[in-house]
């Protein structure tokens, strides 16, 4: 689980990195999530008012909130071209399937079919890749400065000394 924390093998793994907030999943924090439910649906009881807000939940217990539904009522997770494209494939295989188990000899028109669908969703994933990398430096250039912040104020605290006086 060590490589997965470290930015440089985000990009090179073989799967993707589960989310960072799946540490905060512990048997403690969802316990103690539970105990704020409870005492939340005992205060809208007595109040009748808005319950608690996410504010009001600690920092370390707000991934385990699920998240609002969408004010349209539907989701989206990578928008329409990927959907009509994924629908276009998954037709396009089941016309396959259909052709091969009718006649065997005319797959072809439905396999070139199928690789040309797949070659416009790979050059689709491709052009997200520029801005795939600019978040991943921007990302790695921000714990970079992060730590030489760090590393800036542990010599400052080691040149005060005890004096509390700055530089």
């Known amino acids: 689980m060590a490589d997965l924390d ?12 589960p989310p960072p907030f799946w540490k905060h ?16 649906d005992d205060q809208t009881a007595a ?4 319950g608690r807000k996410p504010a ?23 928008g329409d071209p990927y959907d009509k494209m994924t629908q276009s494939l998954l037709l396009n295989y089941l016309e ?16 070139e079919d ?9 050059h689709l994933i491709n ?5 795939q990398a600019r978040a991943s430096l ?3 250039m921000e714990e970079q400065l992060a730590r030489r912040r760090e590393e800036v104020e542990g010599s400052r605290q080691h040149l005060r000394g005890g004096s509390g006086n700055p530089p």
Request: net charge negative.
């Open 6 to 17: 470290n930015p440089d093998n985000v990009l090179s793994a073989t799967f993707p990195a």
């Open 138 to 140: 921007i990302a790695m």
């Open 25 to 40: 999943f512990t048997s403690d924090n969802r316990a103690r999530y539970k105990e704020l439910q409870q005492q939340n």
């Open 127 to 131: 052009e997200y890749r520029p801005h």
């Open 114 to 122: 199928m690789q040309t669908l797949l070659f416009n969703a790979h």
């Open 96 to 111: 396959l399937a259909g052709v091969l188990a009718a006649d065997p000899g005319r797959w072809q028109e439905k396999y």
């Open 56 to 78: 009001d939940i600690p920092a370390e217990l707000r991934y385990l909130r699920p998240p609002e539904p969408p004010a349209n009522g539907k989701y989206r997770s990578f």
């Open 47 to 50: 109040d009748e008012g808005e």
